[in-house]
């Protein structure tokens, strides 16, 4: 599967952003769908996850109540609206597709998902 994410940019504190992480050459619905985002000097971390049938949502503490992840299937792609941005959450953001989570904490780990896109900068100034 190839995902294409888009959607970053440079916005002021407290402004928002909605990325999207297009999926092509398999159905993304078979797939656990994660955000991910890497800082300047930083090692890859979690950021948000929603399972293959959109009914389960997980989040990163310090994104829970601004980040909302979502899918449409039928559209083949997956989503994180950022509201409420911080300086903090300036990053690279990666989508991913995880096939066949079903361990604990296996959304929140890079190393089981299969497939990644190519990153996309959201840079937010103070």
């Known amino acids: 599967v190839q995902l294409q994410a888009s959607g970053g940019g440079l916005v002021q504190a407290g402004g928002s952003l909605r990325l999207s992480c297009a999926g092509s050459?398999?159905?993304?619905?078979?797939?656990?769908m994660g955000w991910f985002r890497q800082a300047p000097g930083k090692e890859r971390e979690f950021v948000a996850a929603i399972r293959e049938d959109g009914n389960t949502l997980t989040y990163r503490n310090s994104v829970k109540g601004r980040f909302t992840i979502s899918r449409d299937n039928a559209k083949n792609k997956v989503f994180l609206q950022m509201n409420s941005l911080k300086p903090e959450d300036t990053a690279i953001y990666y989508c991913?597709?995880?096939?066949?989570?079903?361990?604990?904490?296996?959304?929140?780990?890079?190393?089981?998902?299969?497939?990644w896109g190519q990153g996309t900068q959201v840079t937010v100034s103070s």
């Open positions: 991913g597709a995880n096939y066949g989570c079903s361990g604990q904490g296996c959304d929140e780990d890079d190393d089981d998902y299969d497939w």
């Open positions: 050459g398999r159905a993304l619905s078979d797939y656990l």
